[in-house]
């Protein structure tokens, strides 16, 4: 039996939602601030902003909104690119980031999170796996401490 500890499938399925509507607003409002900015008597690179406001409606909203939205998604794609999901069984931890996969299979002294970053450490006190994460305490004790893994909620003292 396995345990995966992920983001929440309301983050995940969120995630490429909003960021693409979110960089569309931004298009949009990032368009808007340059026709201000074009208008003002005097302001620093205002040739900059003038040339971003040079195409006729409604080709200029669009343009905004979509450039926005291309954003978003290449930062919701990057976002799910950079996820880690845990997945904890009696005999392995595998951890996947990405396209990346690590399965380990040692004897653990220690597993905890230290700052982000989830640590499991052996029993010859060889650190074997840190990565970077946005899964809380909450969420990775249980499954570690459900297969019989060594989980500390803080990190242990060094000796």
């Known amino acids: 039996m396995e345990t995966t500890v992920d983001e929440p499938s309301w983050l995940r399925t969120g995630s490429w939602i909003g960021c693409p509507l979110l960089g569309g607003g931004i298009g ?11 208008g003002l008597p005097a302001f620093p690179f205002q040739g900059v902003f ?15 909104v979509g ?12 976002w799910a690119h950079e996820r880690l999901v845990v997945t904890v069984s009696p005999t392995r931890v595998t951890l996947v980031r990405g ?18 970053e989830l640590v499991l450490r052996t029993t010859d006190g060889r ?14 004790a249980p499954a570690f401490a459900e297969h019989g893994y060594p989980w500390q909620d803080e990190p242990p003292v060094e000796r």
């Open 67 to 78: 450039g926005g939205l291309v954003l978003g998604l290449a930062f919701a794609a990057i």
């Open 28 to 38: 949009v409002a990032a368009w808007a601030l340059a026709a201000w900015i074009s």
């Open 127 to 140: 650190e074997i796996a840190r990565e970077k994460t946005d899964l809380k305490n909450h969420e990775l």
């Open 99 to 116: 396209d990346r996969t690590r399965r380990i299979e040692a004897d653990l002294e220690a597993v905890y999170l230290d700052g982000k």
């Open 50 to 64: 003038k040339v971003l406001t040079t195409l006729p409606q409604p080709w200029a909203t669009l343009s905004a």
